[in-house]
């Protein structure tokens, strides 16, 4: 019983710990966040095509890595924004569908970048400054990646064989 117990916290701990967050992007004002970051809700997007479109670059190469948010017209992140005034890091409360694109060829050049692009949910972090958003500093995607549930499920099946543990001796 004891040895289940370790078996199934230990799991949930590596879970816990297996969170990876994205690479920082470098935008700064609302515009271009919304511009780099921001595109419909439930309709997919084309990495190669929307970063083309909205001719999103690092420099004069490809951008690394882009980072799409499903939340039409920037309304979830506007939200999380509201009433920060000083700039500050928010993580946003529930996972948000996302659209995460990543470059394929390192030679290519603008506007000719080819990206993988994987559809999946995280947890964003970005940074608010005058009520908006202005920069996405990355995200989190794994079933324990707001933390809060991750705890409450550890502190669960650590009170659970407390209950269990003396009533199977
Ligand atoms: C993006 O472009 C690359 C290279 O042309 C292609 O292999 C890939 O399938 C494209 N991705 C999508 C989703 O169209
Ligand atoms: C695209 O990403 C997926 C998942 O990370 C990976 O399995 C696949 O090999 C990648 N494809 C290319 C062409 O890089
Ligand atoms: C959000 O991103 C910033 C910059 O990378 C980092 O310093 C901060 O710790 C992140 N917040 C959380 C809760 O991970």
Do not use: W
Not at 117 to 135: A, D, S
């Amino acid at each position: 019983m004891l040895d289940i117990m370790v078996a199934v916290l230990s799991s949930l701990l590596t879970i816990c710990i297996i969170l990876s967050f994205s690479l920082p992007s470098d935008t700064q004002n609302i515009n271009a966040f919304m511009e780099k970051h921001i595109v419909k809700e439930g309709a997919e997007t084309n990495c190669n095509q929307t970063i083309k479109d909205r001719n999103i670059r690092f420099k004069n190469n490809c951008k690394f890595r882009n980072t799409f948010i499903h939340d039409t017209n920037g309304k979830k992140v506007k939200e999380m924004c509201a009433g920060i005034v000083k700039s500050t890091f928010v993580i946003s409360k529930e996972l948000l569908p996302l659209t995460d694109c990543l470059l394929m060829g390192r030679t290519a050049r603008p506007p000719n970048c080819a990206y993988n692009q994987t559809r999946t949910t995280g947890v964003i972090n970005i940074t608010c400054e005058n009520n908006y958003p202005v920069h996405f500093a990355g995200y989190k995607s794994s079933f324990c990646a707001s933390y809060s549930p991750c705890a409450l499920i550890v502190i669960t099946v650590f009170l659970l064989s407390q209950l269990l543990l003396p009533a199977m001796r």
